[in-house]
């Protein structure tokens, strides 16, 4: 079946500790996208990559970091440097020459 | 910095009603989607507008977009309890050659659609 899969869908951390998000689509996109949601909330854009090995940052990048090494693959790290990470995120991805971007489930994280 | 206000927030309406949900926007753009999220789950695409006047239908839910007035309703014709959800739409900033397809949400509307 092809889809976006993100790992794990819930994530539970302590304070200070960094934690990575995976997020992995086999639908040969070349775009993808992080987004924050918080409660009662739009979604935020975090970074981006259009192509392997480039990513820019979005509206709330301070905190996370990523990296594009495959094109299958958008990891996501939440740095302790985030202040308030509790959210649910999720991640994208668009055929580029396409208009879509299409959402896979989402991760919830949690810090204790 | 482009802003994307949708209202109302949260509307509550009967079964068999009908209804509109209205999305405003800041800055020039010519393409502006439409998604539905269940609660717990990730975003549904319903929609894609594309140009000024465009119109989409879909079953109970019909999409246009007046780029001029920088305004998209999503109209809601006999409303059933199934299409209880948040119906999202978001506004891109760009569209010409290199864009970035950066999406800027809007607040969500929380429907409910009571027996």
């Known amino acids: 079946d092809g889809g976006i899969t993100q790992s794990p869908k819930y994530l539970f951390r302590k304070e200070g500790q960094n934690v990575t998000l995976s997020c992995e689509q086999n639908l040969n996109h070349d775009a993808m996208y992080w987004y924050r949601q918080d409660p009662g909330q739009g979604l935020r854009l975090i970074y981006y990559?259009?192509?392997?090995?480039?990513?820019q940052k979005g509206d709330i990048a301070e905190g996370y970091s990523v990296s594009r090494e495959k094109k299958e693959s958008f990891p996501l790290t939440v740095t302790s440097a985030q202040k308030n990470p509790t959210a649910f995120y999720l991640c994208?991805?668009?055929?580029?020459?396409?208009?879509?971007?299409?959402f896979g489930p989402g991760t919830r994280l949690t810090v204790l | 910095e482009l802003k994307v206000e949708q209202n109302p927030l949260f509307l509550s309406m009967q079964e068999g009603k009908n209804y509109t949900i209205y999305c405003n926007y800041s800055?020039?753009?010519?393409?502006l989607y439409w998604y539905r999220q269940d609660p717990g789950k990730s975003l549904e695409s319903l929609f894609v507008l594309l140009s000024n006047g465009a119109v989409k239908q879909e079953g109970r839910l019909m999409a246009s977009l007046d780029t001029k007035a920088r305004l998209s309703t999503l109209h809601i014709t006999a409303a059933v309890h199934d299409l209880s959800a948040t119906y999202f739409c978001?506004?891109?900033?760009?569209?010409?050659?290199?864009?970035?397809?950066?999406?800027?949400f809007g607040k969500g509307t929380l429907l409910t659609v009571n027996p």
């Open positions: 800055t020039t753009s010519d393409r």
């Open positions: 994208a991805s668009r055929y580029l020459g396409t208009d879509t971007q299409y």
């Open positions: 978001a506004v891109d900033e760009g569209y010409s050659g290199g864009s970035n397809y950066k999406l800027t």
């Open positions: 990559s259009q192509i392997v090995n480039d990513f």
